[in-house]
């Protein structure tokens, strides 16, 4: 080699897969969906090129939100429909942190909806991924927000008479700067979407279609084979959108996955002046001098 010749050194997965094996035992039901979604984001993970102390996956209340408890990172498992709130302060703390919240649809559009709307529009620089199996799984099958019209189960007799949440039309009308869905039935591509999610500078959801086979005989994965085809497949134009809002509301005989939508926008963190000089957890409080200032300044 000569003397002066660069070496371009690519950077190096930190860990490998089995790195992030827990003792916990899965007690998710055989065949359920969520196993592919597991599998996605553990490839994912191990492919950020990041040490695993870097990254934290948060959850709410659900089968998807125990995840936490089979991925060997930091984790916590919230309240229900608390865990966005938990990791906005979470990364406002520490925006350092590779921040990851999961969680199914009961659990984030219900409960939790109120804070999706508001994660929507803060673009506060973390990636959401819900485990959408249209039904409480957990609670043994009642209807959820995105259950289809006339969807019924033994815990939900009556068809349900209510239209769904739409969360990828609703993500992009509450401004957030990524939207997509994906499968939990198509591994290789739910983990390319997750990679490209969690290098996305800003709020970057993502609805998993998710096949519960114990109490959802409806959305299994026969009907997704039949009705799924991804938007990369036709050279969808992802940052228009008005188109994102329109392909967003196609939901029948043909059911689209991949991105629908991104936007570069500045994160909330960029915009806090505390948090400009270094992550907040780092910084001295110096409490007596803060509250000095106060008192003089009130008096
Ligand atoms: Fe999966 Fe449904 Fe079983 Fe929950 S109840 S583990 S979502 S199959």
């Not at 553990?42 to 125990?66: R, T, Y």
């Not at 984030?108 to 804070?115: A, L, Q, R, T």
């Not at 036709?234 to 991104?262: C, H, M, N, S, Y």
């Amino acid at each position: 080699m000569e003397q002066n010749e660069t070496i371009h050194l690519q950077p190096v997965n930190k860990f490998v897969l089995k790195d992030l094996a827990t003792p916990t035992k899965i007690n998710w039901c055989p065949g359920c969906g969520d196993f592919g979604i597991l599998m996605g984001l553990k490839n994912a993970v191990v492919e950020l090129k990041k040490e695993q102390h870097e990254i934290f996956l948060i959850s709410g209340i659900g089968c998807s939100s125990k995840t936490p408890y089979w991925v060997k990172l930091y984790g916590y498992n919230g309240l229900h429909g608390r865990a966005l709130p938990f990791a906005t302060g979470l990364k406002l703390a520490n925006h350092a942190l590779t921040v990851i919240v999961v969680g199914g649809d009961g659990d984030g559009y219900s409960e939790g909806g109120n804070h999706f709307m508001h994660a929507c529009r803060r673009n506060i620089d973390m990636t959401y991924i819900v485990f959408n199996n249209q039904v409480y799984g957990l609670t043994t099958g009642q209807a959820s927000p995105t259950s289809e019209k006339g969807f019924k189960t033994k815990a939900t007799p009556d068809p349900v008479i209510e239209e769904p949440v739409n969360p990828v039309a609703l993500a992009i009308a509450a401004g957030a700067t990524y939207v997509a869905r994906a499968y939990a039935g198509d591994v290789q591509h739910l983990k390319r979407i997750i990679i490209d999610a969690v290098a996305h500078k800003g709020f970057a959801f993502i609805d998993v279609l998710q096949p519960c086979v114990t109490f959802n005989h409806h959305n299994t994965f026969d009907f997704y084979k039949q009705r799924l085809y991804k938007l990369e497949d036709e050279q969808f134009d992802f940052t228009d959108k008005a188109k994102a809002f329109v392909r967003a509301q196609e939901w029948g005989e043909k059911i689209p996955i991949g991105l629908f939508f991104k936007v570069e926008r500045d994160t909330y963190e960029s915009q806090v002046p505390a948090l400009q000089k270094e992550v907040l957890l780092k910084q001295s409080l110096d409490m007596r001098k803060q509250v000095g200032d106060v008192m003089r300044e009130f008096s």
